[in-house]
């Protein structure tokens, strides 16, 4: 089982909603949150990719927590979302250091990531 996460919400209102049902199943299966991506063990990130200045956004925030998990602090770094879905075979050549990418609304394959049900 994971130890702390934290949600990263990008994009829409839509990503916000898709976000919350996430914590709420993280919460069920009795998985740390924290707000704070710096006091986490895992970072989710929910990406938009529909909106260039979103897209560009939420690429530089896989880029941080990336740098996060290269310099240790941070153990695992999970991408979700319309960015993830849309683009996951360039970002899988362009950002391999994420350990996972997942489409939108796929919180059982999140939630078995971090160790639960």
Sequence with gaps: MSG???VITL????NTVDSERLMKQIQLNKIGLVDD???????????????EAAKEESVNTILE??????SGKIKKVIVAGCLSER???????EIPEVDVYFGT???EGIIKELGGN
Excluded: R
């Design 87 to 93: 683009y996951k075979e360039d970002l899988l050549k």
């Design 4 to 6: 702390k996460v934290s």
């Design 65 to 70: 927590a990336v740098a996060l998990k290269k």
């Design 37 to 51: 991506p710096n006091k986490a063990e895992t970072i989710i990130i929910n990406t938009c990719g529909f909106i």
């Design 11 to 14: 994009g829409c209102s839509k």
């Design 105 to 107: 609304e796929n919180y």
